[in-house]
């Protein structure tokens, strides 16, 4: 069962708010792992034992894993399973940005929640409440509601003022979606090449943590984020998918991982 | 392949704007299918088969399949290539609600359109136009993007008005995602709860297809519906789930489930 305080305690005792994210494509790993039965988790089982020292989470993406049809769903499955049976302090997410209608958006709860042991899910906040609550009713789990996201599309639709309060979209989803939660559920995907917003943010949802994308192949600022981001329970969760898990292709791809990220965490435990 | 012509031509020959939403809930089912080896696709294949000649589209929604996991995906996918191969005029689409940054979409859409022979796939717009473009990108295949949904949390965010031209939001995502592609591309979804709407939404965009949840259980009008929606090209795909797939729980639920079925097709066919 994670919870804010036991989050934070990895946080300290890792001195990381790092998050490595599994956005595993079978087209892009090693070629020598094509042998094995199940190429993408054996991947993944390599990746975590490589990190899992440097790590506070780890965030498999279900767009690459349902690409390959059931068979990727089992590598899914596969890898939430052996992250969590061997590494319980782990703080695991299924980036999966879902949201429907209540009884929809309950059979996705029981997906992740239920039948795997995800302690968190992204979940898309265009459908409101009711599309929310139904996640936030699972006990001792947390949603990570998308807010200000790290892409060009960001400006679209985060960007635009409602008329009523001067609010940009993407504050009215904060403001609106603290209200149906608390800091012990609930969490926001906060780009980080937006770090001049995080302030901003920090000062409306103080206490709840921020899931932040988009350091490395995205481009934020590490240092910058931090500082305006965290705190006093460290606050930040902070993704890099493809900076680390693709930093080698031989049989050494894990220790090439492994490097990138020691490098990130070294800058972490720096402003931790 | 599937057009907006051989969509119309198929509603002509059928009399019909139905499509039949597969919400199927393995604890919903008549308990004697549990003796089968896929239940869940035994109950679809019956469905289907007792009703494909009174629908124009299926929408298997996907929540309820990943809630049993890797045998949920299982049946999922024998779901989509049983229609394909069986009925291949239907319009199969995938209520998934998937949207994320470009390279991720792009796996979503590789899941639905190559992995499975979806030919149409719900995508949510929070995270704008290069979240929706990888789809986009997939020759002869459409997406349905969420615009004004059915549900009461659609207020929350979906009715704020944008201060630059005095749009609420999801006139501002017809407005913008239009331009994305075209009526052969793009489709929007329209809760039925929401006809006074409708005639608007209409007029913004004339030729796209629009997709209506909320006949029945969420409790919108036919008639009204189709008077504002349709176009001429049809223009409409009215969707009901629980309404007609659980209208019976014994071995007769195909049976009942074509009685359903069949009221629905023959009050649009007074207004086809």
Redesign the interface.
Known sequence: MMTIESIYKNIQTKKSFLCVGL?T?INKIPNFLLNFNDPVFEFNRQIVDATHDLAIAYKP?T??Y?????????SL?RTADYIKSNYPEIFLIA?A?????????K??A??FF???EFDAITV?????????KPFIDFKNKFIII?SL??????????M?????N?NY?YE??IK?SKQWGTAENIMYVVGATKSDKLKKIRKIIPDNFLLIPGIGA?GGSLKETIDNGKNNKGGLIINSSRGIIYAGNSNNFAEKARQQALILQKNMSENV
């Open positions: 956005d494509d993406n767009a690459f349902e690409s390959r049809g059931y068979e990727g769903w089992l499955e980036d940005k879902r949201g429907d209608i209540g009884n929809t958006s059979m996705y029981k997906a239920e039948e795997m898309a906040p265009y459908m409101g409440e009711d599309s929310i998308l996201t790290s892409n060009k599309g960001s400006a679209d639709f985060q635009l003022k409602n008329c009523e001067k979209l009215e989803v609106k995205q």
